[in-house]
Each structure stands twice: as C-alpha cells, then as structure tokens.
C-alpha cells in the first residue's frame, strides 16, 4: 500500500517561507511523488511533481531527499490564500495515487 | 480549458434512498477517477476508469455502488440503497492518461456533497 506520513497540522505566518514534510518510505525507485492540496469546498488542487531531482514551479518547490523516502514542499512566500490541506502522495503498486490525511497548513496574518 | 464538472454540488436524502451523481471529465482525458472523501480524511479512490472500461474497482462496494462511463466520456456513479456511512464528498477528477504513469496529472471537480439521514 502506498503510505504517505504528513504531520497533522502546520502554521506559518503570512510571507514567510513554509517548509511542509512527508515520509514516504516505501516507495519505490519509478514512482513519482505528487503533491496535491485542497482547499475548503473545493476538489484537490495538483501543486507539483517530482522522481529524483529537486523541482520548481510557480507554486512551489519540491525537495526531494537523495534515498527518495521523504520529501518537502517548498512554499516560499506563504498567502493567506494558501492555506489548505496539503497531501503528499505517490503511486505505489496499485498504480494509483492513494491521499493520507495530509497536512493542515494556518497561515496567520 | 473547461474544468471537470460535476453535478449536484448537494444532495440530501434518506437512508435506503437510491442517488446518482454525474461527472463530465476535461475534454480529451481519457482516465476518470471517483474518490469517496469522508470528512477529515483524504480522498478515497473508488473505481477507475481507462477510456469506457474498469481499470479498478477494488475499492468500490459493490453491493451498493455502481458506476458506468459510456463513450468513455461523462460518467454516473449511484448508490443503491444508501446508508448513514456514505455520507461524504464524492469526487471526480480525470486524467490525459493513466494515473499509474507518474506523470499524469488528476483534475478534480468540486465534488458532490452527500447527506444521508
């Protein structure tokens, strides 16, 4: 099964970068990690994807750890349109992608 | 381009009452994806589909639940009869392709909000 391991909750103060953490120990060498966040009444939102090396895209950033069983995402200058649930997750054996709990990510103004 | 639309955005019904929901995916994406999400958790993937066929339905009660994709176009999911537990978000999201490639990307609708009593 492909399980993903997100702190419940985070908070982070407006325009500061944030740092979110995911374990993800049993993934395997061809499965790409994908963030996706959520925000209240609304369907997930794709924010990046990675397989070894670190990318970057107008959301986010993603650091992804040399033996691949952990990642971060990287927001840079968190808005308070930003905050959301956040998951982290990759598609294990069964080929699909399968959502944690995922983070809860405050920002205060 | 168009997002994934879904349809109702609410629905209110009474336990062993029978409910549909409808989901048209972005044009030209060939894989759709229902997702059961209870509150607080994460979305839940119920059954998948790969233009008009099942590519899983592991996850899918069958008993109750059912879900069609005819012209591998829009899609239906009913429950038939409901009960209390099934009261979640029911989501769509579709694919250019399969999901298990890594690099395709879901798209999700905004769900539908389902209240059984």
């Known amino acids: 099964d492909a399980k993903t391991t997100q702190p419940n909750s985070m908070e982070s103060n407006e325009e500061e970068p944030v740092h979110l953490p995911c374990n993800h120990s049993?993934?395997?060498?061809?499965?790409?990690i994908h963030w996706y966040r959520q925000l209240p009444s609304q369907g997930p939102e794709y924010v990046i994807h990675g397989l070894t090396s670190n990318v970057n895209n107008r959301m986010a950033s993603l650091a992804i750890a040399e033996d691949r069983k952990s990642s971060t995402l990287i927001l840079h200058r968190a808005t308070l349109r930003d905050a959301a649930v956040y998951y982290c997750?990759?598609?294990?054996?069964?080929?699909?992608?399968?959502f944690g709990s995922g983070t809860q990510l405050t920002v205060l103004p | 381009e168009a997002g994934v639309a879904q349809s109702p955005r609410y629905k209110i019904i009474e336990k062993r009452q029978s409910v549909a929901f409808w989901c048209n995916p972005i044009?030209?994406?060939?894989?759709l994806y229902w997702y059961q999400q209870i509150l607080g958790q994460g979305p839940k993937l119920l059954i998948q589909f790969q233009n008009n066929g099942v590519v899983d339905d592991s996850q899918l009660p069958k008993d109750r639940f059912s879900a069609e994709r005819l012209k591998g176009v829009d899609s239906t999911l009913k429950i038939q009869p409901a009960k209390l537990e099934d009261s979640a978000v029911y989501l769509c999201?579709?694919?250019?392709?399969?999901?298990?490639?890594?690099?395709?990307?879901?798209?999700f609708g905004a769900g539908t909000r389902l209240s059984v009593l």
């Open positions: 044009s030209g994406h060939a894989t």
């Open positions: 049993t993934i395997s060498g061809t499965d790409y």
């Open positions: 999201a579709s694919s250019r392709g399969m999901g298990g490639s890594g690099k395709n990307i879901q798209y």
């Open positions: 997750t990759f598609s294990g054996s069964a080929r699909q992608l399968t």
